[in-house]
């Protein structure tokens, strides 16, 4: 059977396809009309979050039976059309909960000890140490939108900060076992308790915009933010103006509502921290999240052949 890939993907993944017996056809930049049509004789789809499936991909796509996201998040797939045509989706979760964790704290340890503005003095001859003094992570309250996998690893390495965990997950009515040296709390009770939220859900209609105006004024004097999540979680015109008004005292964001974000006000502030979707972007994280994929398309087409 063919399957189309349309991001890169680690070799191990193509490999293993193939040595399953399924021809590989590699062509990236595919979008629309272009993308169904390279569909037409099909049976398999890897794509990444730069490929949207949309009901007019799915239509035009008649042999096609499993549509596989590489990495977390299912938002750039029309769903309700998949089911109906009889289409399997499936993502790759498992695979960079680690390296988002990980990129989590990297982002908020760069926001709070000014790391990318340090490093530009020194290599333009500076040495202003007065104007780089930081905060410490010790003994503050974390915030975490979302107890999931990801949410889970980052409370793990809070609790090695000295932090105190504290979550919110709308799914969730009791600690995970494992779980209880942590709180529980609303999102309405969690805003004012975070000295940092940190936003670790999925991005469906009950979360766009979770985090919006309301919501940011809310949160205690001298809070901040940290997105590794989704971009469209938050509502970045309501953070730049909390940001601008020193109300939020920094964000640190891997995420945009558009990626990328153009001439967004956010890249002028000088309280933010950015990086373009890195999360999962690990050599580990990438030959793991391959190799998932290959191994859910080879099933699926197995499974199709009866």
């Not at 059309?81 to 399997?88: F, H, I, P, S, T």
């Not at 790391?115 to 020194?122: F, G, I, S, Y």
Request: proline share 5%; hydrophobic share 45%; net charge neutral.
């Amino acid at each position: 059977m063919k399957v189309l890939v349309t991001e890169p993907l680690d070799p191990a993944g193509l490999a293993r396809l193939r040595d399953a017996g399924h021809e590989v056809v590699e062509c990236t930049g595919l979008a629309g009309r272009a993308l169904a049509e390279a569909l037409r004789d099909v049976q398999g789809l890897v794509v990444r979050g730069g490929t949207r499936v949309t009901e007019e991909v799915l239509r035009g796509a008649p042999t096609l039976k499993i549509v596989v996201r590489v990495g977390t998040g299912l938002d750039h797939v029309e769903l309700a059309a998949a089911r109906e045509l009889g289409v399997q989706v499936a993502d790759t979760p498992l695979a960079s909960v680690v390296p988002v964790a990980e990129h989590t704290f990297a982002l908020l340890l760069a926001l709070e000890r000014h790391l990318t503005r340090a490093d530009a003095e020194v290599r333009h001859g500076g040495w202003s140490r007065a104007q780089f003094v930081g905060r410490e992570l010790y003994g503050r309250v974390l915030g975490l939108v979302g107890f999931g996998r990801v949410g889970r690893e980052v409370a793990w390495r809070a609790r090695a900060f000295g932090m105190d965990v504290r979550w919110s997950d709308a799914l969730l009515d009791l600690a995970p076992a494992g779980y209880e040296w942590t709180r529980r709390a609303t999102l309405e009770e969690l805003l004012p308790q975070a000295d940092v939220l940190s936003l670790h859900v999925p991005l469906t209609r009950a979360t766009r915009g979770l985090i919006g105006a309301r919501e940011l004024a809310r949160l205690k004097p001298g809070a901040v933010l940290v997105n590794c999540a989704r971009g469209g979680l938050v509502d970045e015109r309501a953070l730049g103006d909390a940001l601008a008004s020193g109300s939020l005292r920094g964000a640190a964001l891997d995420v945009f509502a558009a990626e990328p974000p153009g001439e967004s006000p956010l890249l002028a502030l000088p309280n933010v921290v950015l990086t373009p979707h890195l999360g999962g972007s690990t050599a580990e994280a990438q030959r793991r999240e391959a190799l998932e994929a290959a191994a859910i398309v080879i099933e699926a087409l197995a499974r199709s052949r009866g």
